[in-house]
């Protein structure tokens, strides 16, 4: 019995799906390459070099919600485009991404500077941050903004994070001595919550990081990646 691959049969069926999908990893740079500032040969041929070892479905995903987003916001392209310094770690690090939460706040954020009337100054910064956090960061981040929109004014502030990720609780703070919510951070929670932190994303206001508030970095940045 011959075990030899049949070249016109499995093999050219093989080499036929790699072409396709060659192909539409090649489209999806070039329209990738629409966001980014410069020459349009040079821009494409560079984001070429960064691209050309990411798997071809992540690429194609990503530019798929992006030309999703974009049909979202009325806009059949990018009305500005980014420059290089950031479109080109952008577009890296959201084509690498393997979680799909993940790749969703990268196309966000890349849409969100591609549009001229989105409001949103893309900073490099946002960039290295996001690169920089697990979706559990990015989950506790939203809930947290979220929460601390609903508090109440008055002069505490803060939100609890002790029910994270499902959910940030706006109170005010606790009377001296209430000790209550001590020990409800779990190790996980923790880690996620100092990386927040070291990000310049949230600020303690009591009992390190029980209670918490988004900074005025965090909420431009949250901004950036949901508008």
Not at 3 to 23: M, R, V
Not at 51 to 72: G, M, Q
Not at 88 to 115: C, H
């Amino acid at each position: 019995m011959n075990d030899a691959p049949d070249p016109i049969g499995g093999w050219a069926k093989a080499t036929e799906a790699t072409a396709n999908a060659s192909k539409e990893a090649i489209q999806a740079s070039r329209e990738l390459a629409h966001f980014i500032r410069g020459p349009a040969g040079e821009v494409v041929g560079m984001l070429e070099d960064y691209l050309k070892v990411v798997r071809f479905e992540r690429r194609v995903r990503l530019w798929d919600r992006v030309r999703n987003i974009l049909i979202e916001k009325g806009l059949g392209a990018p009305t500005r485009r980014i420059p290089l310094k950031i479109a080109l770690p952008l577009l890296e690090n959201a084509t690498l991404e393997e979680d799909d939460d993940l790749q969703e706040v990268w196309a966000r954020l890349l849409v969100n500077g591609g549009d001229a009337n989105s409001g949103i100054e893309l900073r490099r910064a946002f960039v290295s941050v996001l690169a920089e956090m697990s979706a559990l960061d990015v989950r506790n981040l939203a809930m947290i903004d979220s929460a601390s929109k609903l508090k109440a004014e008055s002069a505490s502030k803060g939100v609890w994070t002790h029910r994270l990720p499902e959910g940030g609780i706006p109170v005010p703070l606790p009377r001296p001595g209430n000790d209550r919510y001590e020990g409800f951070l779990s190790p996980e929670l923790q880690v996620s919550l100092s990386n927040l932190s070291r990000l310049g994303c949230i600020h303690s206001v009591a009992r390190e990081l029980l209670l918490v508030d988004v900074t005025p970095f965090g909420r431009a940045f949250i901004e950036a990646c949901t508008r």
